[in-house]
Each structure stands twice: as structure tokens, then as C-alpha cells.
T-cell receptor, first 111, second 113 residues
Framework: GQQLNQSPQSMFIQEGEDVSMNCTSS?????WLWYKQDPGEGPVLLIA?????ELTSNGRLTAQFGITRKDSFLNISASIPSDVGIYFC???????????FGKGTKLTVNP | KAGVTQTPRYLIKTRGQQVTLSCSPI?????VSWYQQTPGQGLQFLFE???????NKGNFPGRFSGRQFSNSRSEMNVSTLELGDSALYLC????????????FGPGTRLTVL
């Protein structure tokens, strides 16, 4: 089935640094979602994007829907220890009504 | 508004047994999807139910089945458990299939011995 390529797989950063991660596909998507998952819990929806070029913020998080509609980016500014977790992108192809997930970016923040 | 709830949170079974997992969606949400999450494969879509009907299905064997009740609560059943079925099973709900924002429950951690 359709796969989303999410990178990087893991990141080790110092508290206060900014973080960038992205998701790409060979197909066009109509919706991009970004989730965060803490250990032992289900993913929590952070940001939803619905239009090409859209830039949306949620606190220190900013996500963008790529102009080509084949990619999306998530940035975290001034990281803090509680940002630790796995971040997933998810996309919906036009009309499919099914979400496809990336394999996640594991973020570690060193205090 | 209460979030998605799943029961049980943890389960240990042996090979060959069967298991039933339960999911209660957010109030008003009529669509429920199930996912299997493993370290190697990530989040894999199992199936989605809307108004008691299965709308979409992933690439899993027939041992994996589900159903949805009139109150939108859903159950997932796995028969003849295999070691490889050990995973976190996540349920997600949304208002309806055309709304892409899915909200996840905490998951059921299934261990097959």
C-alpha cells in the first residue's frame, strides 16, 4: 500500500534547540496530520492541514502543507524535555478516506 | 467531552487463543478505525467501521475481524493468536469518514506467549 517516507528516523537534541522533520510521498495528498505519541499511550493529534501551502501553528509547533501536495513539514521551536516522544505524519489521498501513516520520528531532548 | 476509551489496557494470551478488544469512541463520533502498531511495521490500518458497516479494510488475514454496534462502540476480535500478533492495538474515532481528523485511544497492549 501507499507509504509515507518520514525523516529523520530519530533525533537527539539539546533543550532549547529547534527541530525539523518531514514527510514525503510520491502521491498527492489532500490532508496532512501530525501526531505525537508518548510511551504507552495513543497518538495525540497536534496539527491538521487541509490546503497546499497552508502554514499552521500550535504553540511552539508549526507545520506546513507542501506546495506540491506531496510533502509536509513539522517544526518545533525552543524544544523542552516534554517534547520527547515519537512524532507521526499521516496523510489522506483524495477520496480514499483512509489515513496512511509515516513510521515516525523519535525525538530525544537532553536537558 | 470524554476521549476514546479502550479496554482492556493490557492483555496476555497464549498462542491459539482468541481475544476481543473493545473501543468506545468520542461521543457523537460514528466512525471507528483500528490499527496495529509494532516497532518494526509502525501503524498498520486494520479496518474502519461507520454506522455498523465495515467501510475499509487493510491487508490483514481473516483472523482479524471487527464489528460496530448501534451506539458506535466497536470490538475487534483476533482468533487463533500467533506470536506475531503481539502489538499495541489502537482505536481511533472521527465524526464521519469524510472528516480526516482521527482521535486515538490509549491502546490495548496485547502480548502473545
Amino acid at each position: 500500500g501507499q507509504q509515507l517516507n518520514q525523516s529523520p528516523q530519530s533525533m537527539f537534541i539539546q533543550e532549547g534547540e529547534d527541530v525539523s522533520m518531514n514527510c514525503t510521498s510520491s502521491s498527492i495528498f489532500n490532508t496532512w496530520l501530525w501526531y505525537k505519541q508518548d510511551p504507552g499511550e495513543g497518538p495525540v493529534l497536534l496539527i491538521a492541514l487541509y490546503k497546499a501551502g497552508e502554514l499552521t501553528s500550535n504553540g511552539r509547533l508549526t507545520a506546513q502543507f507542501g506546495i506540491t501536495r506531496k510533502d509536509s513539514f513539522l517544526n518545533i521551536s525552543a524544544s523542552i524535555p516534554s517534547d520527547v516522544g515519537i512524532y507521526f505524519c499521516a496523510g489522506e489521498q483524495g477520496g480514499s478516506e483512509k489515513l496512511v501513516f509515516g513510521k515516525g520520528t523519535k525525538l530525544t531532548v537532553n536537558p | 467531552k470524554a476521549g476514546v476509551t479502550q479496554t482492556p489496557r493490557y492483555l496476555i494470551k497464549t498462542r491459539g487463543q482468541q481475544v476481543t478488544l473493545s473501543c468506545s469512541p468520542i461521543s457523537g463520533h460514528r466512525s471507528v478505525s483500528w490499527y496495529q502498531q509494532t516497532p518494526g511495521q509502525g501503524l498498520q490500518f486494520l479496518f474502519e467501521y461507520f454506522s455498523e458497516t465495515q467501510r475499509n479494510k487493510g491487508n490483514f488475514p481473516g483472523r482479524f475481524s471487527g464489528r460496530q454496534f448501534s451506539n458506535s462502540r466497536s470490538e475487534m476480535n483476533v482468533s487463533t493468536l500467533e506470536l506475531g500478533d503481539s502489538a499495541l492495538y489502537l482505536c481511533a474515532s472521527r465524526l464521519a469518514a469524510k472528516y480526516n481528523e482521527q482521535f486515538f485511544g490509549p491502546g490495548t497492549r496485547l502480548t502473545v506467549l
